[in-house]
């Protein structure tokens, strides 16, 4: 491996500008799932004249995972830099970035062009936007397929408050682009067929998102496979860190009493699943690689107690008693998918350019990076040029939603880095997530860690830092050790979120907190908050209900009587002319025939709501939001210590 810094690699273009007029293209890799996804994307596009893919990590990044780096990249160049670097960046002509839940890439430099690249197949464009972070830095997005859902042109307008925002563009645009990772699993399975398929993959998920009946007969139905069919390789393949786990250790242990046991350990499965006839799993996926890549089918099994279904045509349902006859029946009809029907059914799935994402990027480089229109690209405007709210509140919003890994507040830290009590809204948000909790509540954990060991808190936050503690942080940081020693593994992402030390400083330096007393008794959906000061009311007057879903049904449940409930609106469709607590759903337009204040019933949509209604009604119109819990009242005094700063700055 070849490690240069950026400074040198400046030097060597100016040295040699006269020679290369190629276009630059850096590409952040890092120690993560998506490594071997950007890798492919380098290897490709460095297979084109016009263009050069060049890897790029920051220098703290490959010191803490030196022996990682050394090993993926070797014989090829890795370009790292520090932070007094950062300014070289912009000698790149774009950079492409992975999305990512809690990096916002605020040491790129504003004015260089940023590309998004989402991390799977699966992800929609809105999300890539909203949950992680392209509204805030991405200029383009890579899309692997189409999605269904469309968004309105204006859709991201004023999402992402202006302040918080680091594009070079005043736009986010989609790309049909097209999966790398596919395209080169499909050139793997094409090759395989030429040697010839004889395998069976058995496929296990992270064991914390797998079911615990199906964690239940893993062990089972893998003996099955390797009994039942010992002409055929069975490619086991856990997740790399849970292999520590006392079922995947009873698996290791089976498979070393058969010659056809073979444990897949590559960085990509690409070559190992190209082999095989099927894949088997217990997860239900949709549109996985292997079977677009391949063709073949996927048998998704399940405990004969727990049927299970898919809309998916490539996934074939069945209970583990059946498992050996249906792969027995698929085998001995001995299918041949060709190349072509693969990309057809790729295609019919809405996958862009399968098989030739990379060249579609490379051919269309310079609307990139010269700004020119093209005509199959979506141009999503983020600023509607006004500013319909104020930073601080729009934070507290934000802090109202209570949603969940919300990355927007890194973004308004980032931004704000004084506002010590953004850094608990932080932790208090990524608390939320409840899948992959192991990942998410380290994630909580370093930000609160970070809350109490920098600055001196105010009063008011450190009355929350103790609430939050005995309520929240306290519970995340037994989790993370009870799922340390049960399992005896690390999460791949643990290296760069819990520094080595990390626990016993965090319980070192949250000693001295003090058990925390409550002082006002918490109503569910009695409390509504005026979002025009942000303070606690109970509200016993008229209101319009703006949005129809499970919210106004709690909220409606909860009342003594509905004769105040003077409408309800919704702006989906499909909604407005249904009933609702006896009530018919109404279009937002009938809002302007009257004046009476609104209760936004919506925690997902509190935002683009606010900024829907301010945008129609104006801004004097009274809106309030249901209070969703007690960690989001007792936050109230926070929230109105932090508008008073950045009204009075």
């Known amino acids: 491996m070849e490690k240069i810094s950026l400074t040198e690699l400046s030097e060597r273009w100016r040295k040699n500008q006269h020679k290369n007029g190629k276009i630059r293209i850096g590409i952040k890799v890092g120690h993560s799932p998506i490594n071997h996804h950007l890798q492919i994307l380098i290897r490709k596009i460095n297979q084109f004249k016009k263009i050069s893919g060049y890897a790029l990590t920051r220098q703290a990044e490959y010191d803490a995972n030196k022996h990682w780096y050394q090993r993926e990249f070797s014989g090829s160049t890795l370009i790292t830099y520090n932070h007094d670097e950062n300014f070289l960046l912009e000698r790149f002509d774009a950079v492409l970035l992975p999305e990512s839940n809690f990096y916002l890439y605020e040491d790129y430099p504003k004015n260089l062009i940023k590309i998004g690249l989402p991390h799977g197949v699966d992800i929609p464009f809105q999300k890539t936007v909203m949950d992680y972070g392209g509204g805030a830095v991405f200029d383009y997005i890579l899309s692997p397929k189409a999605d269904s859902s469309r968004a309105e042109p204006e859709a991201f307008e004023d999402i992402y408050h202006k302040n918080i925002r680091n594009h070079s563009r005043n736009h986010v645009c989609q790309i049909p682009f097209g999966f790398p990772k596919l395209d080169d699993f499909i050139d793997e399975a094409t090759q395989a067929e030429q040697s010839g398929v004889n395998s069976i993959v058995y496929h296990i998920a992270i064991l914390s998102i797998e079911q615990e009946k199906s964690i239940d007969i893993i062990a089972s139905t893998l003996k099955k496979l390797l009994d039942n069919f010992p002409d055929k390789r069975i490619i086991f393949r856990p997740y790399k860190y849970d292999q520590e786990h006392e079922v995947i250790q009873q698996c290791l242990r089976i498979g070393t009493e058969y010659p056809n046991f073979y444990l897949s350990t590559a960085e990509s499965y690409a070559r190992d699943y190209a082999t095989a006839l099927a894949m088997v799993c217990h997860r239900p996926y949709k549109a996985h690689l292997f079977s677009l890549a391949t063709g073949r089918p996927i048998f998704l099994c399940h405990p004969d107690e727990n049927p299970i279904s898919t809309s998916d045509p490539s996934v074939k349902p069945c209970p583990e008693s059946g498992l050996v006859q249906a792969l027995r029946s698929y085998i001995e009809k001995n299918e041949t998918i060709t190349l072509t029907q693969r990309l057809d059914t790729c295609r019919r799935l809405g996958f862009h350019n399968p098989g030739s994402s990379v060249e579609y990027l490379v051919e269309n480089i310079d609307h990139i990076v010269k700004d020119k229109p093209h005509p199959d690209w979506t141009y999503y405007p983020l600023d509607s040029g006004n500013t319909p709210l104020e930073i601080g509140d729009y934070t507290a919003i934000q802090v109202l939603s209570a949603k969940p890994a919300n990355i927007t507040l890194n973004g308004i830290f980032l931004k704000y880095p004084s506002r ?92 001295d907190i003090r058990t925390y007393e409550e002082k006002e008794e918490f109503q569910e959906y009695g409390i509504l908050i005026d979002l025009s000061t942000f303070e606690p009311v109970i509200h016993d007057g008229d209101l319009a209900l703006y949005g129809a879903r499970q919210l106004a049904h709690q909220f409606l449940e909860h009342q003594a009587t509905t004769s105040h409930i003077r409408m309800i609106v919704d702006p989906d469709a499909r909604i407005v002319g249904t009933q609702v607590g006896g009530m018919t759903v109404q279009h937002p337009a009938a809002l302007r025939t009257c004046d009476t204040p609104i209760l936004i019933c919506s925690f997902a949509y509190l935002l683009e709501s606010v900024l829907e209604l301010k945008k129609t009604l104006g801004s004097n119109r009274k809106l309030y939001a249901v209070c969703k819990d007690p960690q989001i009242f007792n936050f109230l005094p926070l929230l109105q210590e932090m508008r008073d700063h950045f009204q009075n700055a």
């Open 420 to 511: 010590r009590e953004i850094l608990l809204f932080l932790a208090d948000s990524y608390s939320r997530k409840t899948v992959l909790l192991d990942y998410y509540a380290k994630l909580s954990l370093k930000c609160f860690y970070r809350l109490i060991t920098e600055g001196t808190p105010s009063h008011t936050l450190k009355g929350m830092i103790e609430y939050w503690w005995s309520k929240k942080g306290h519970v995340l940081l037994q989790h993370v050790l009870d799922d340390q020693e049960v399992h005896a593994r690390q999460s791949i992402e643990h290296a760069d979120v819990l520094e080595e030390g990390f626990i016993s400083n965090l319980l070192l330096a949250a000693k």
